[in-house]
């Protein structure tokens, strides 16, 4: 039996992604339009790809000459400043001009080239590592730090955790239940799609239940996040695509950085850096609410293994 409608009805209009009402800061704004790009129309994807790309040239544009350039209608550009989290365009212009002012200041480009089958290692190592670093820098700017409260607040009390993963976001599954079980926490991930569900009937009120998906639509996810929905549990995703079909049966919702994907780096590879801070996020929230506890448990866990170090 699914949880009053009215909660799904508020978590289709955006409910669960935890907006706090205030428009992103303007170094959140290349981030946004990264992550929602994908899931915007072609239309709406010219107007985001348009301010990203040329933020101070934009800001200088009315909502009217905005369309014009973009060939697109006043109707779309106001959609899509909505849709990045700004009440109107006016605010979406405000934090143009904002973003334009720091890129001034001497900021590294945001547009870094893709890595080609004949570079160079030192290449390779210099691209990678700024791929890396805006992959966190986005994920960082665009985290809803409300729902990352709450989330941690669940996993504080949680009488247990699942967490729910296939591919590169398996291993960031098992990545947080290991750090959860060194605190002193139940945890258990799940990458066989039978166990996970088989699983997720037995959890309740009281539990937790985490789907990591980047693209917020894997099956073999999905489902048990609904099954321990429907039973009570209190649900989390994180995704990089905040209105992917996981979101439906998600209380609240962490968002990653949809990092560009290229032929060498494919998506498993550059979405994992900001699910791998979204889960240390979690890690260490937890532990600064449980501390008298948490401390005690990982020195434990150390000492049980510092024998295994020293040979």
């Not at 605010?91 to 334009?100: C, I, M, N």
């Amino acid at each position: 039996m699914t949880r009053d409608v009215k909660e799904i009805f508020a978590r289709e209009r955006g409910g669960s992604s935890g907006a706090s009402g205030a428009p992103p800061a303007p170094a959140a704004l290349a981030a946004k339009v990264r992550t929602l790009g994908p899931s915007m129309t072609r239309s709406m994807q010219r107007v985001a790809e348009a301010v990203a790309s040329d933020p101070a040239g934009c800001a200088a544009l009315t909502v009217t000459g905005l369309a014009e350039l973009t060939g697109t209608s006043e109707a779309t550009v106001v959609r899509t400043a909505r849709l990045l989290g700004y009440p109107g365009y006016r605010d979406l212009r405000l934090a143009l001009a904002g973003l334009a002012a720091q890129q001034q200041s001497g900021r590294a480009p945001a547009i870094t080239t893709d890595i080609a089958v004949d570079d160079p290692i030192a290449d390779v190592v210099a691209k990678l590592a700024y791929d890396e670093q805006q992959t966190l820098a986005d994920t960082a700017a665009g985290l809803d730090t409300v729902q990352l409260a709450a989330a941690v607040t669940a996993l504080t009390t949680a009488r247990r955790t699942d967490v729910y993963g296939v591919g590169a976001s398996g291993l960031v599954a098992q990545d947080l239940t290991q750090k959860l079980l060194r605190i002193g926490l139940m945890a258990h991930a799940h990458s066989d799609p039978h166990l996970a569900v088989t699983n997720a009937v037995q959890l309740r009120a009281g539990d937790v239940a985490i789907a990591i998906t980047h693209s917020g639509s894997t099956g073999d996810v999905i489902e048990p996040l609904r099954a321990a929905f429907e039973r009570g549990a209190t649900t989390v995703a994180v995704t990089g695509r905040p209105d992917g079909p996981v979101t439906q049966y998600a209380d609240h919702v962490l968002t990653t950085s949809t990092a560009r994907e290229s032929e060498l780096r494919p998506a498993a590879m550059s979405s994992r850096t900001g699910q791998l801070l979204v889960v240390d996020c979690l890690f260490v929230g937890v532990a600064q609410r449980t501390y008298e506890k948490a401390a005690p448990a990982l020195s434990a866990s150390y000492e049980a293994l510092a024998h295994r170090h020293r040979s």
